[in-house]
Nanobody, 127 residues
Framework: QVQLVESGGGLVQAGGSVRLSCEASGDTICISAMGWYRQAPGKERELVARITSSGKTNYADSVKGRFTGSRDNAKNTMYLQMNSLKPEDTAVYYC?????????????????????WGKGTLVTVSS
């Protein structure tokens, strides 16, 4: 089991910045990619940024150039630096961890395990 706890959300004015954190605990050894997703009122959850274990990051087009995702694997923590925020960025932001199956004392590279989710943190951007 992996537990994910997000922090850093709140109310910010348009044009401002917020930094979100996601700390993973539990059976973290087999975490592969981690990602940030968001869900705005009345909308489906969408990918914001996904970071592989090697640090390669993919972003949604709507946040490219404004948001930066990063991971500190030693601390089992992922971050999302959000700059130039817009009212349309208002959403609950969720942390996601993808895992691979355990193999002896390690983990399979490609055999997918469970996905885990945090409870989310609300970011509200006022105009």
């Amino acid at each position: 089991q992996v537990q994910l706890v997000e922090s850093g959300g709140g109310l910010v004015q348009a044009g401002g910045s917020v930094r979100l954190s996601c700390e993973a605990s539990g059976d973290t050894i087999c975490i592969s990619a981690m990602g940030w997703y968001r869900q705005a009122p009345g909308k489906e959850r969408e990918l914001v940024a996904r970071i592989t274990s090697s640090g390669k990051t993919n972003y949604a087009d709507s946040v490219k150039g404004r948001f930066t995702g990063s991971r500190d694997n030693a601390k089992n923590t992922m971050y999302l630096q959000m700059n130039s925020l817009k009212p349309e960025d208002t959403a609950v932001y969720y942390c996601n961890a993808e895992t691979t199956l355990p193999s002896g004392s390690g983990c399979y590279a490609l055999r997918k395990g469970m996905d885990y989710w945090g409870k989310g943190t609300l970011v509200t951007v006022s105009s």
